[in-house]
C-alpha cells in the first residue's frame, strides 16, 4: 500500500542546535516532494518544494535533501530558534494534482 | 494579494444535520482542495476541483461532497454528521501551472464540530 511516513514522536531540541527531520515513502514515485510547517489551529504554510533531480535545496536556515532511491527526504533546520517550534509535515503529489500530506514531526526547540 | 479565504471558522453542529463550507480561493488560482484534519490521522485529502469539475477524489463516504463555481469560489458539505466528522477542514487553492509540483496555500480552516 502507499505510504508517506514521518517520525510520529515529537523532537525535542536545545536552541542552535541543527533540527532533522525524516520523511519516508512507499509505492509512490514522485517528481517533488515539499514541505509545509503548521502552526496550532492554522493551516500549513509551504516552505520548500524539491524536484527528483534534485538531491539538496537550500533556503536560508533549512535544507531539504531528495533520495529517490531511498524513498527519503530529510528536512534540516540550522541553528534552530524558539519561534521553529511547530508541525513539519513533508507532501507528494500522487498523479497531477492530489496532494498527499504525511503525519507530521512536532518539533520543540528550547531555548 | 488576499489568501484563501474559509467561512466558517468556526461552527457547532448536531448529529444528523448536515453543514457547508465555504472557500474563496486566492484569485488567479483555479485549483481548489479540500482537506480533513484530526489529531488522529493528520492531512486527510478529500478531494480537488478545477475548473468546476471535480478532478481527484480521496476516501471519504458520499456524504461528503463538494463543487467549485465559474468564480473558482467552492463549497464543501457534509450531510448526515457523525460525530467522527468533527475536524478542521482545510482549504487550498494552487495555480495549477506545473502539474507534479501543485505548491498549495491554505486557508485558515474551518473548525467543526459535532455533537
Known amino acids: 500500500s502507499q505510504k508517506i511516513e514521518q517520525n510520529s514522536e515529537a523532537l525535542n531540541i536545545q536552541e542552535g542546535k541543527t533540527a532533522t527531520l525524516t520523511c519516508n515513502y512507499t509505492?509512490?514515485?514522485?517528481?517533488?516532494l515539499q514541505w509545509y510547517r503548521q502552526d496550532p489551529g492554522r493551516g500549513p504554510v509551504f516552505l520548500l518544494l524539491i524536484r527528483e533531480n534534485e538531491k539538496e535545496k537550500r533556503k536560508e536556515r533549512l535544507k531539504v535533501t531528495f533520495d529517490t532511491t531511498l524513498k527519503q527526504s530529510l528536512f534540516h533546520i540550522t541553528a534552530s530558534q524558539p519561534a521553529d517550534s511547530a508541525t513539519y509535515l513533508c507532501?507528494?503529489?500522487?498523479?497531477?494534482?492530489?496532494?498527499?500530506f504525511g503525519a507530521g514531526t512536532r518539533l520543540f526547540v528550547k531555548a | 494579494k488576499a489568501g484563501v479565504t474559509q467561512t466558517p471558522r468556526y461552527l457547532i453542529k448536531t448529529r444528523g444535520q448536515q453543514v457547508t463550507l465555504s472557500c474563496s480561493p486566492i484569485?488567479?488560482?483555479?485549483?481548489v482542495s479540500w482537506y480533513q484534519q484530526t489529531p488522529g490521522q493528520g492531512l486527510q485529502f478529500l478531494f480537488e476541483?478545477?475548473?468546476?469539475?471535480?478532478?481527484n477524489k480521496g476516501n471519504f463516504p458520499g456524504r461528503f461532497s463538494g463543487r467549485q463555481f465559474s468564480n473558482s469560489r467552492s463549497e464543501m458539505n457534509v450531510s448526515t454528521l457523525e460525530l467522527g466528522d468533527s475536524a478542521l477542514y482545510l482549504c487550498a487553492s494552487s495555480s495549477d501551472r506545473v502539474s507534479g509540483a501543485n505548491v498549495l496555500t491554505f486557508g485558515a480552516g474551518s473548525r467543526l464540530t459535532v455533537l
Open positions: 484569485s488567479g488560482h483555479r485549483s
Open positions: 507532501a507528494l503529489v500522487d498523479g497531477g494534482f492530489k496532494t498527499i
Open positions: 509505492n509512490y514515485s514522485p517528481a517533488y
Open positions: 476541483y478545477f475548473s468546476e469539475t471535480q478532478r
